[in-house]
Structures are given as structure tokens and as C-alpha cells.
């Protein structure tokens, strides 16, 4: 991309903004939809290591959206929102998957630290 694109891109693109949390510079950028996403600028990553949620793709005009191809193209980068890496904000439940085993878990090692003669039931 030559610097006159980058520029045109920029312009498409709304201004960074403070985030109100942490002070550093978001970059709001709209979706088809017209709603409204708050990128890390300058930020990007490898989709495969960011949920297929959380995954934005810039589009031709400029406008955002999400990734969510599976199984994810190995070259495929994308955008993050700043959210997931802003220092004083609490992180966003990334994998609800993993959230539900977890509480499960939880639940299970209670129940054994309670009851710890009793086998396990399935
Ligand atoms: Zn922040």
C-alpha cells in the first residue's frame, strides 16, 4: 500500500478517539451495518489466534467486518478491538466455551472437596 492510499484510507476511516478508560487512541471504524467498532490502530494479528467473533477485516470502502471463516486461512491477518487490549478495562469473556467448562469444574472440585470419599459420578 503507498503512502497516498494509506492516506485515502485513513480519510475513509473515522478519527482515532481517547478511549475513556485508558487515555490511548482508538480507531472507530463502521461496519456495513453502520454500526460502530473501536480498533487498536495500527494493530494486526494473525486471525487464527483470535476468536472467530473478534476477528475484523477492513473492506474495500474502508468499512469493517467480521471474520468468521472457519477453518481460518493460515495468511488471513485481522484487527482487534481495542477493548481486548486496553489496560483498564476488564477482558471480555473471550471463549464462552471454555467459560462453561470452567464453571463446571468449579462445580465438580466443590462438590469433591465436600464429599471426598464419595467417587465421582459421571
Ligand atoms: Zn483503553
Do not use: F, N
Request: aromatic share 4%.
Amino acid at each position: 500500500m503507498s503512502d497516498s492510499d494509506e492516506k485515502l484510507r485513513r480519510l475513509r476511516t473515522a478519527p482515532e478517539l481517547p478511549c475513556p478508560a485508558c487515555g490511548l487512541p482508538q480507531e472507530e471504524a463502521r461496519t456495513p451495518e453502520h454500526d460502530l467498532v473501536r480498533l487498536e490502530p495500527a494493530l494486526r494479528v494473525p486471525a487464527h489466534v483470535v476468536p472467530a467473533e473478534r476477528r475484523w477485516i477492513e473492506l474495500s470502502d474502508g468499512r469493517v467486518t467480521v471474520y468468521g471463516v472457519c477453518p481460518v486461512d493460515g495468511a488471513q491477518q485481522c484487527r482487534i478491538e481495542h477493548v481486548l487490549v486496553c489496560p483498564d478495562q476488564d477482558l471480555p469473556d473471550l471463549w464462552p466455551w471454555l467459560t462453561v467448562v470452567r464453571e463446571e469444574t468449579r462445580r465438580r472440585a466443590e462438590r469433591r472437596r465436600a464429599t471426598p470419599e464419595l467417587p465421582e459420578a459421571g
